[in-house]
C-alpha cells in the first residue's frame, strides 16, 4: 500500500533537514579548525566587518604585537582608538587612520602588499610589522570589509639596522683612515674609491668609478710589471692575499710610495666577486729608509777611510822615523865625527819638523771637530797674506821645478780675519797642488773681489780629480785614490782644515776640476770687511829665537814624567844659562817649590800621581806666587787645560813639542 502524500512531503523536509544539520556541523567543524588555525598562527590576523573597517576584531598573535586584550577593537578609526597604546610611522612620518592599510583596503577596495608600519609605544617600546590587506566583498561584488596579516619583523629589522651601522661605523672609519681603500673587480674596473684614495692619489671618486687602473695611470710605469705579476697572481687563484711597496702616480703626476695590501673574495663557485686593496702613503718611510741607507754607507765608507787612514798613519810616521833613527845609530857608531854629526842634525831636524807638520795637521783637525779653535780676528789686507805664503813655500816650489804665478789687484783686499789661519788655508791649497803636480807644472794664484766676497783661487796643471771624488774632496780621511806607493805622502787633512777653516771666516770653498791629467782649481770665497789696514800686513810673526843666553842666572823647574823629555828640555835649556832643577811626579815638583823657590816652572799637565792642574792650583795658594811664573808644556791644548781648571793658573801654555823660539821666549 502506497504511502501517503503528506507522509512523503515529511520524509522529505526530514531528509533536507538531516542535511542541513549535517552541512551546519561540518561548518561548524570548519569554524573551528579556521578560529583554531588563526589563534596558532604566529602572525597577526585582522578582520574589518565593515567599508569604513571601524570594527575589528583580530587573533591572539595580532592583540600580542599590539599588546592589547582579545576583545578590545584594535581599528584605529574605531571607538577604541583613544585607548590604543601605540602609534603607526611609516618611513619616519605617522600615518592618519585614513592612510592605514586595513582602512586603505576597505574604503578604496585595493590591495595593500608589504606595507612596512613601525609601532611606537607608549613607553617607548618600538616593533616593526609587514602588512598585507585586502578588501572582502559578498555576491555582489561590493566591498563589506577587509582583512590584512601581519608579521612581526622587529628582530630581523634590529639585526639589519645593527648590520647597516656597523657597515656604516666601518666606512666612517675607512673614510677617515690614511689608510686608501680601493675595490676593483677581475677586469681591474674600479668599484669602489674611499675619500683616503682620493687624498692620496687626487682623484674624485666620480672619475675613477668603472675605469681600470692601468686605464687611470694610477701604477708607475717603472712598478707596471712588479705590480702586474701581483695583480695577476689575485686574478688566477694563485695568491688570496698579498702585499707590494711601489711607486703610484698622481692626478697631478707627481709620485708617491704606497704600501698595498690585496685581498680576493671569491663566490661560493670560486668566480672572482672582487679584489679589496687598502693603500697607505708612506713616501715619507720611504725617503726616510733611503736617507738612512744612505746614511749607512757614507758612514761605512767614512769608516773605510778611517781604517785607511790609520793605516797610512802609521805609513806616515814611521817615514821620518826612520832616518831619525838611523841619524842616531850613526851618531853613535861614529862619535866624534863632526860630518857625521852635522848630516844627522839637519836630518833629525828636517825630520822632527815634519813630524810637528803630521802632529800639528792632525791636532788642528781635532780642534775644529771640538769647536775648540777660536780665530784671533783683525783688520788685514789678504793680498799681504797671499805673498807672505807664497814667500814662505819660494823654496819647496823651487826644488819642484814648478813656476809659480801670482796674480793680486792693485788695490788692497780688507776684511776681519786671522792671518796665521788664512795663511794655513792658502799654504794648505799649495802645498796640495805642489804634491798633485808633476815637477815642472805651473801653479796659479789670483786674488780678486766679487759680490762682496774676496776669492782666492789656486790652480793647476797637474793630476786632476775624478769626477767622483769631487763631492768628498773636503771630507775627513779624504786624499782621492790612494796606492801603496804613497808618493805623494801627508794625512789627507790638508783640505778639511781648508773648508773649516774658510767656514769659520763666513766663507766657503770650492773643487773644480774637468777630469784626470786636466788640473784643478779651489776657489775660496771670504766675506769682505771696511776695516783699514797696514797695505803690507800679513801673518803675525813668532818673537825670534833669544840669539844669546840670559844674562841673568834664572832657575827653572822643568816637571814630566817622561825621563828622555825630562832630561832633554833640562840640558836645552841650560845651553841658554839657566839654573835648571827637574821633577818626575806632581809631588817632587811641589816639594822642590817649596825647597828652592824657581823663577820659572815648566809644569806636564798628565802626572802619574798629581796632575798639572791640581799642582798649578796648589801652587797658586802659595803666598809668593806672583813671583814665580808657572808655564803649562803639554800635549793638550790651552781650552783643555783652563776647562779642567781655574782660570788663570797658568802664565803662558806651551804645546809639546815647545817650538825653541816660544819657548825662550816664556823664558825670558
Known amino acids: 500500500m502506497s504511502e501517503k502524500p503528506q507522509d512523503a512531503e515529511t520524509s522529505q523536509l526530514q531528509d533536507r533537514i538531516r542535511e542541513l544539520e549535517g552541512a551546519d556541523a561540518e561548518s561548524r567543524a ?219 702616480r698622481r692626478k697631478d703626476g707627481s709620485v708617491v710610495y704606497c704600501q698595498w695590501h690585496n685581498s680576493v673574495l671569491r663566490d661560493d663557485a670560486g668566480k672572482l666577486v672582487s679584489v679589496l686593496s687598502l693603500a697607505m702613503d708612506v713616501t715619507d718611510r720611504e725617503v726616510l729608509e733611503t736617507s738612512l741607507r744612505s746614511q749607512a754607507e757614507r758612514l761605512a765608507q767614512a769608516d773605510r777611510r778611517k781604517d785607511e787612514f790609520l793605516s ?97 789687484p792693485e788695490a788692497p783686499v780688507l776684511l776681519e780675519g786671522d792671518a796665521t789661519r788664512l795663511a794655513q788655508v792658502l799654504a794648505n791649497l799649495l802645498n796640495n797642488a805642489m804634491k798633485y803636480t808633476p815637477n815642472g807644472g805651473h801653479i796659479r794664484v789670483s786674488l780678486s773681489e766679487q759680490d762682496g766676497m774676496a776669492v782666492l783661487q789656486v790652480s793647476d796643471n797637474g793630476r786632476g780629480i775624478e769626477p767622483d771624488n769631487l763631492p768628498e774632496i773636503f771630507d775627513l780621511f779624504s786624499q782621492g785614490n790612494r796606492t801603496l806607493s804613497r808618493s805623494e805622502g801627508g794625512l789627507g787633512l790638508g783640505l778639511t782644515l781648508v773648508k773649516r777653516l774658510v767656514e769659520m771666516h763666513g766663507g766657503r770653498v770650492e773643487a773644480l776640476s774637468e777630469g784626470p791629467d786636466r788640473g784643478s782649481r779651489f776657489v775660496v770665497h771670504i766675506p769682505l770687511g771696511q776695516a783699514a789696514v797696514p797695505a803690507e800686513e800679513g801673518p803675525r810673526k813668532a818673537p825670534p829665537p833669544a840669539a844669546e843666553p840670559s844674562d841673568r842666572k834664572r832657575s827653572v823647574l822643568v816637571v814630566d814624567d817622561n825621563p828622555d823629555i825630562l832630561d832633554s828640555l833640562a840640558m836645552l835649556i841650560g845651553l841658554y844659562g839657566y839654573e835648571v832643577a827637574s821633577a818626575g811626579t806632581g809631588a817632587a815638583a811641589l816639594d822642590m817649590v817649596a825647597r828652592h823657590a824657581p823663577d820659572v816652572v815648566l809644569l806636564d799637565i798628565g802626572l802619574p800621581d798629581i796632575d798639572g792642574i791640581e799642582v798649578a792650583r796648589r801652587l797658586a795658594a802659595l803666598p809668593d806666587r806672583r813671583a814665580m811664573k808657572v808655564i803649562a808644556v803639554s800635549g793638550y791644548g790651552e781650552r783643555v787645560t783652563e776647562s779642567h781648571g781655574d782660570p788663570g793658573l797658568f802664565d803662558a801654555h806651551l804645546l809639546k813639542p815647545p817650538a825653541l823660539d816660544n819657548l825662550l821666549s816664556v823664558l825670558t
Open 312 to 408: 797610512m798613519l802609521g805609513h806616515e810616521l814611521r817615514n821620518p822615523l826612520t832616518p831619525i833613527r838611523n841619524a842616531v845609530r850613526l851618531l853613535g857608531s861614529r862619535p866624534g865625527d863632526a860630518r857625521t854629526a852635522d848630516w844627522a842634525y839637519r836630518v833629525i831636524d828636517r825630520q822632527t819638523a815634519h813630524l810637528e807638520r803630521l802632529v800639528d795637521d792632525l791636532l788642528d783637525v781635532a780642534r775644529i771637530e771640538r769647536g775648540s779653535i777660536h780665530l784671533e780676528r783683525r783688520p788685514l789686507d789678504l793680498r799681504a797674506v797671499v805673498r807672505e805664503t807664497a814667500e814662505a813655500i819660494a823654496s819647496m816650489i823651487d826644488e819642484r821645478g814648478h813656476r809659480l804665478e801670482l796674480e793680486l
Open 30 to 248: 570548519r569554524l573551528a579548525e579556521l578560529h583554531a588555525l588563526l589563534e596558532a598562527a604566529p602572525i597577526g590576523i585582522f578582520l574589518g566587518r565593515d567599508p569604513d573597517c571601524r570594527n575589528m576584531v583580530m587573533n591572539r598573535a595580532g592583540a600580542r604585537m599590539l599588546r592589547i586584550p582579545d576583545q578590545v577593537n584594535p581599528s584605529k578609526s574605531g571607538p577604541d582608538a583613544p585607548e590604543l597604546p601605540f602609534r603607526v610611522f611609516h618611513e619616519g612620518r605617522e600615518l592618519t587612520p585614513e592612510e592605514l592599510p586595513m582602512q586603505l583596503a576597505a574604503r578604496q577596495g585595493i590591495a595593500v602588499e608589504g606595507f612596512e608600519e613601525e609601532l611606537r609605544f607608549d613607553d617607548g617600546e618600538v616593533r616593526f610589522l609587514i602588512t598585507y590587506a585586502a578588501p572582502l566583498r559578498d555576491e555582489l561584488g561590493s566591498v563589506n570589509g577587509c582583512v590584512g596579516t601581519f608579521a612581526d619583523v622587529t628582530e630581523s629589522r634590529l639585526v639589519e639596522r645593527r648590520h647597516r651601522e656597523t657597515l656604516e661605523r666601518l666606512k666612517l672609519h675607512i673614510d677617515n683612515t690614511p689608510v686608501a681603500s680601493v675595490e676593483w673587480d677581475a677586469e681591474t674596473r674600479i668599484l669602489r674609491w674611499s675619500p683616503a684614495a682620493e687624498r692620496i692619489f687626487g682623484w674624485a671618486e666620480p672619475e675613477v668609478l668603472g675605469r681600470s687602473l692601468d686605464a687611470l695611470g694610477l701604477i708607475h710605469e717603472e712598478d707596471r710589471e712588479a705590480v702586474g705579476g701581483i695583480i695577476e697572481a689575485l686574478l688566477h687563484e694563485r695568491a688570496a692575499r698579498n702585499t707590494l711597496r711601489n711607486r703610484n
